[in-house]
């Protein structure tokens, strides 16, 4: 029996955006026993409503800028529980996740 796809085939994001590869790639890495929260933003598109989600995994959506400090609380408490094995993943994305990824490695400012 194949492994079940971590994040559903078939999103529905901007044409040439990378978000739906990320995840999936994200995903290899971290694998099944992962949560991942995302802000409303085009992230959303993978969370979904309600009890329809493209995740294969938990997930919550969050305010954006409290994600961290939501990732980091559920972190924590998994911690407490004993449940070192589970990661907690941040996912946002605001049509500028290339830019962020790519500005530390700039050498001139953006004018």
């Excluded at 492994?3 to 099944?32: F, H, W, Y």
């Excluded at 941040?90 to 962020?100: C, Q, R, V």
């Excluded at 530390?104 to 004018?111: D, G, H, L």
Aim: charged share 15%.
């Amino acid at each position: 029996m194949p492994e079940l796809d971590l994040v559903s085939k078939g999103m529905t994001t901007c044409q040439g955006c990378a978000m739906e590869l990320i995840a999936r790639s994200a995903l290899e890495v971290l694998g099944p026993k992962t949560i991942t929260m995302t802000p409303p933003s085009c992230s959303a598109i993978i969370t979904g409503n309600g009890d329809e989600t493209g995740w294969g995994i938990p997930c919550v959506q969050t305010v954006l800028m409290s994600l961290p400090a939501f990732a980091s609380g559920v972190s924590e408490a998994l911690k407490i529980q004993g449940k070192n094995d589970v990661n907690v993943m941040g996912y946002a994305g605001d049509g500028l996740s290339l830019i962020h990824i790519s500005e530390p490695t700039r050498r001139t400012p953006i004018s």
